[in-house]
Structures are given as C-alpha cells and as structure tokens.
C-alpha cells in the first residue's frame, strides 16, 4: 500500500510530466510529492564523498542526497547550520519553501539544534499542516538514523532548504 499523505489539500493534482517524473502539485503549482524519476544530477557524481563524517546529520544527508539524485553536495559546506549559505555561494539553488528531495538546514541553537546546527533529508511535505517529514542521523544524540515530523517553514527557526533539482 502506498500514500502521499497530501490529503485534505483542496486542488492539488497529479501530473506524470514528459520527463517521466510524477509530481502531486498544490493548488498554487507547489510540487508536494515527487518520484524525481526525472532528478538532474549535479555536484560530484562520483562513488563517494568523504566530506563528511560517517555518522554525523551531514553525511546522512549527503549520502542521502546521492541515493535520491546520484549526485553529491559540494565538498564541504561547512558546519549543519552554514549549509544553506555554502551551497547558495556554490551556485545551488535554497530557499525557505519546503520540497521533497531537499535538504532541511536548521540553524544553531533551534529547534533542538546544537551550536553547529543540524541537516536533515526532507521525505514528505505537509502543507495544511505547515509540516515536513525527515529522515536524518544523530538528531538529539540518537547515534542512528531516524524519521519524524518537524515544523516547516522559516519563521520563528529560520529553516532554509537546499534544492537538489530545482
């Protein structure tokens, strides 16, 4: 069985695009879910980055940007919280808008961040509840991998979004 938990969402349509992706868009033309069947890979597509510690919120995120769209971020952005200003220094597309298939950066000392602030890889987008769902690593000393939902947008945390295919 299969949801894109995108209910409740008046006016959002499926469309299979030409490019064999197929994208449920909100009423307003925001993608909400995606196969990103059709992701354009960028950055390093070689077999590893090893940018990154194994174990840490940035190499969970960078490996997970690399299974989605085959590609790597740039070679070190930096600390969790400086990502979103790296990656837009380095050409890469960010934003305050939520999308499937990007990086959530969370500032330092916010939303439960520590002081070097924290990455994670954002699996679904609730609109009508101004909520994501993430997947990420070592989020409140938890050494492992986890899911949870988290408040969205910017706002009050000042959430940005690396867009891997924007």
Request: proline fraction near 7%.
């Amino acid at each position: 069985m299969w949801a894109s938990y995108t209910q409740n969402n008046p006016g959002d349509h499926l469309s299979l695009q030409n490019d064999g992706n197929l994208v449920i868009y909100s009423a307003a033309g925001a993608p909400l879910w995606a196969t990103m069947s059709s992701a354009d890979p960028r950055g390093n597509t070689g077999t590893t980055n090893a940018t990154y510690p194994q174990g840490q919120c940035t190499w969970y995120a960078d490996q997970q940007a690399h299974l989605y769209t085959g590609a790597w971020l740039p070679n070190y952005l930096g600390n969790a919280g400086q990502w979103a200003a790296s990656a837009a220094s380095n050409g890469w597309a960010t934003g305050t808008t939520p999308r499937i298939g990007s990086v959530l950066v969370i500032p330092p000392n916010q939303d439960g961040a520590h002081s070097a602030g924290h990455v994670a890889w954002v699996t679904e987008v609730y609109p009508s509840q101004n909520a994501i769902q993430v997947t990420e690593m070592n989020w409140n000393g938890n050494a492992g991998d986890s899911r949870r939902i988290s408040p969205a947008f910017g706002g009050v945390y000042g959430f940005r979004y690396i867009y891997m295919n924007p």
